[in-house]
């Protein structure tokens, strides 16, 4: 198998401890590892000191200058004082560099999943992610992309194609409802007209917020992308209500184009099938069967289908309304 299908192959405790010593902190030997499949993410204990969160980036996934981009992103909204965990600067650098793995260390900090179901949190919320878009309007991203059908759909079913995962019974089914689903989607945008596109966090779901008494703060901005508002807010409301008292915090700082609301489901969808092609393509890191070992299975993929023939009707009568 190759370093490529094994990216962290060579990520050994000592070298993950060698690389945080690199930069002039003294490790205790303590590592805790920290959920990530994507990236690799460790908590490590200083001495002492508060500990510190190394995160080892996959190799080939960003370039140099992309990860540069989230990490400024990170570093002008701290500047605004937004509670957002930003890496640290060493030596002038947030990117670092350890015997070919790229890294950053990021300051330990706490929280507890957000408890989105009261309105006051929604709003706190809302008027959060108000200040983080102002701030991601004053520019953009030039390397890391941005939200659309290409990248989440078509390369995506591209890769699901390409991988061992889809059952040979299903590649026609499965290719030919995607490409239709693509060109609704293209249509349903297209109808929508001109989308302001700004820096977004990208992926926006409870699992990317910590609570303390202070209030919730944002981390991992490894998906950061240009793309629509709605993108950040869809995820945290569990319901039309929420999404409404979520957008009344919005409110009160920036403000919100009501008509990307029906930008909603598209983006849903969207994200449904970047899922599916994330997960093939990742397939041969071995954190992925363990985690998702659902979809090493023929009857998840045929569900997947109907789920993808069901958004095509959705789409279908959407464009007729």
Excluded at 291 to 298: C, H, L
Aim: aromatic residues 10%; glycine residues 8%; negative net charge.
């Amino acid at each position: 198998m190759s370093n490529d299908e094994t990216p962290y192959a060579g990520l050994s405790p000592d070298l993950i401890l060698d690389a945080v010593a690199a930069f002039g902190f003294e490790p205790d030997g303590r590592m805790l590892a920290m959920g990530s499949y994507e990236n690799r993410v460790y908590q490590i204990g200083i001495e002492d000191e508060t500990p510190l969160i190394a995160k080892f980036y996959r190799p080939g996934r960003w370039s140099d200058v992309a990860i540069d981009e989230e990490h400024d992103f990170a570093l002008d909204l701290t500047d605004a004082e937004l509670p957002v965990v930003a890496p640290l600067i060493i030596d002038g650098e947030t990117l670092l560099d350890f015997e070919g793995f790229r890294f950053s260390l990021y300051p330990r900090q706490g929280g507890r999943s957000p408890e989105l179901e009261s309105a006051e949190n929604l709003e706190w919320m809302g008027r959060l992610l108000a200040r983080i878009h102002g701030v991601g309007s004053r520019g953009n991203f030039e390397q890391r992309g941005c939200i659309d059908v290409d990248t989440f759909v078509r390369e995506p079913t591209q890769a699901v194609l390409d991988s061992e995962l889809l059952p040979s019974t299903l590649h026609a089914r499965y290719r030919d409802c995607s490409d239709e689903l693509a060109d609704r989607l293209d249509e349903c945008i297209k109808a929508f007209g001109p989308v302001r596109h700004i820096r977004l966090h990208g992926d926006c779901h409870r699992g990317n917020v910590l609570w303390t008494d202070a209030g919730p703060h944002f981390v991992d901005l490894d998906d950061a992308r240009m793309g629509p508002a709605v993108q950040d807010l869809w995820m945290l409301a569990p319901s039309a209500a929420a999404l409404d008292t979520l957008l009344e915090g919005y409110a009160e700082f920036r403000e919100f184009d009501f008509a990307e609301r029906a930008l909603i489901e598209p983006l849903r969808i969207m994200r449904q099938v970047h899922w599916a092609g994330w997960v093939a393509m990742r397939w041969h890191d071995p954190a992925f069967p363990l985690a998702f070992a659902q979809v090493g299975e023929a009857r998840w993929w045929e569900e997947h289908c109907d789920d993808l023939d069901a958004a095509i009707d959705l789409l279908v009568g959407n464009l007729r309304y």
